[in-house]
């Protein structure tokens, strides 16, 4: 195990790992070690539940058969295969090249940005949104989810809930939200933000919400995710950029457009409460700028 550049321990040597196990694997994780070995340029950008399914196995298996050679789960051994095949610079931005000049490389980060804007209007469900209108304006409370780059998102969408009467809270600490979560009812609606929608903490959160009668709205990139087995309405976003890195960027652009086109919807829906909510809220704000 090496050090990275911070001192801290890395995990490394995935492959030859596999392969000095192999031998001795059961049917399914022989299935996946091969999978995995045979196809590492596919296996950086897809989660646990497209590996599972591509090998006939269940999320479970794979993430055995990841800590059986010492990994953590399957993240890690997305990231330690990453730093093998993939250009180092992308695990800053999947468009850049060492040699970019900053305009280059303002030019592809916005590019990147209004891509992801584009594919995601082609790919959002506007019945699912339609449903998750529906339920937030009929719900009692919301709650919304969200941690490391997606926390910032799920405040955003607390605070412009707030702005137009809703009753929210948002939770972007794992003990907090898995509490929370489980408090919840048949009364409550909640959003779950997760670019990759494998992330152990928010999976668990919506987990639990369901299971205590919540409606479950989930924000997550387009593809098969463990997320999905927990929401009742999915909210697809479409960004470019690969899940083996472990904080988003482009996606939280296109987050931030779905999130403002669910509160100008439920504004729409509800407006005459919206508005009166906003000119109040603006007369306190207004005492806080000079």
Do not use: H, W
């Given at each position: 195990m090496s050090?990275?550049?911070?001192?801290?321990?890395?995990?490394?040597?995935?492959?030859?790992k596999l392969h000095a196990l192999r031998p001795s694997m059961p049917a399914t994780a022989g299935r996946i070690a091969d999978f995995?070995?045979?196809?590492?340029?596919?296996?950086?950008?897809?989660?646990?539940?497209?590996?599972?399914?591509?090998?006939?196995?269940?999320?479970g298996?794979?993430?055995?058969?990841?800590?059986?050679?010492?990994?953590?789960?399957f993240q890690?051994?997305?990231?330690?295969?990453?730093?093998?095949?993939?250009?180092t610079v992308q695990l800053i931005h999947e468009d850049l090249a060492r040699d970019d000049s900053e305009a280059t490389i303002v030019g592809k980060v916005f590019g990147s940005g209004t891509q992801a804007l584009q594919d995601t209007l082609k790919v959002l469900d506007l019945a699912a949104l339609e449903r998750a209108v529906g339920a937030i304006n009929a719900a009692r409370r919301v709650e919304l989810y969200g941690?490391?780059?997606?926390?910032?998102?799920?405040?955003?969408?607390?605070?412009?809930?707030?702005?137009?009467?809703?009753?929210?809270?948002?939770?972007?600490d794992s003990h907090l939200m898995a509490i929370s979560a489980a408090l919840t009812g048949r009364d409550v609606a909640t959003l779950t933000i997760s670019h990759s929608?494998?992330?152990?903490?928010t999976v668990t959160a919506t987990r639990l919400a369901q299971e205590a009668g919540a409606t479950t709205i989930c924000l997550t990139n387009f593809g098969r995710s463990p997320l999905l087995a927990h929401a009742d309405i999915v909210l697809h976003t479409a960004a470019r950029e690969t899940r083996f890195r472990t904080e988003a960027m482009t996606s939280?652009?296109?987050q931030l457009a779905v999130v403002d086109a669910l509160i100008a919807c439920l504004?729409?829906?509800?407006?005459?409460?919206?508005?009166?909510s906003i000119e109040r809220t603006f007369e306190v704000l207004s005492t806080k700028r000079y």
């Open positions: 050090r990275g550049a911070d001192g801290s321990a890395m995990f490394t040597g995935v492959l030859e995995i070995i045979g196809n590492v340029d596919v296996v950086v950008s897809m989660s646990v539940t497209e590996v599972a399914e591509r090998c006939r196995a269940s999320e298996s794979v993430i055995a058969l990841c800590q059986s050679i010492g990994a953590r789960g890690q051994v997305k990231l330690s295969l990453a730093r093998e095949v993939v250009p941690i490391g780059s997606a926390a910032p998102v799920a405040e955003d969408a607390n605070y412009r809930l707030l702005r137009i009467g809703i009753e929210s809270k948002v939770a972007v929608g494998s992330t152990i903490e939280r652009i296109a504004a729409m829906r509800r407006y005459d409460r919206s508005v009166s």
